[in-house]
């Protein structure tokens, strides 16, 4: 069975740090590419970043967050991790990591197989 667990999510100020992990069991993850989604309230889950488990090539969504959020993964705990600077109110959402095994279209939701149930990460001013 197949499980996406993150953790690190919290209430921080603007400016703060915090770390995400995803940790990944129940099958092989060699050929997927991981995925950090968000979704703020009221609004539709909107794609983060991804990484390539084989290559470690990663993406990111648009300047919104490049240069802040860093996706790197740990091979060895199978776990993938978000690393958020700089943390802005905008930033605050119900943070999710998936799976694709169909990694040409890591942007999109409807690509991805697996999801975690999500951390609450919230930016106060």
């Known amino acids: 069975q197949v499980q996406l667990v993150e953790s690190g999510g919290g209430l921080v100020q603007a400016g703060d740090s915090l770390r995400l992990s995803c940790a990944a069991s129940?099958?092989?993850?060699?050929?997927?590419?991981m995925g950090w989604f968000r979704q703020p309230p009221g609004k539709e889950r909107e794609f983060v970043a991804a990484?390539?488990?084989?290559?470690?090539?990663?993406?990111y969504t648009d300047s919104s967050v490049k240069g802040r959020f860093t996706i790197s993964r740990d091979n060895a705990k199978n776990t993938v991790y978000l690393q958020m600077t700089g943390l802005k109110p905008e930033d605050t959402a119900v943070y999710y990591c998936?799976?694709?095994?169909?990694?040409?279209?890591?942007?999109?939701?409807?690509?991805?197989?697996?999801w975690g149930q999500g951390t609450q990460v919230t930016v106060s001013s």
């Open positions: 998936a799976a694709t095994n169909y990694g040409a279209t890591y942007y999109h939701k409807e690509s991805y197989d697996y």
């Open positions: 129940g099958r092989t993850f060699s050929g997927y590419t």
């Open positions: 990484i390539r488990w084989s290559t470690g090539t990663t993406y």
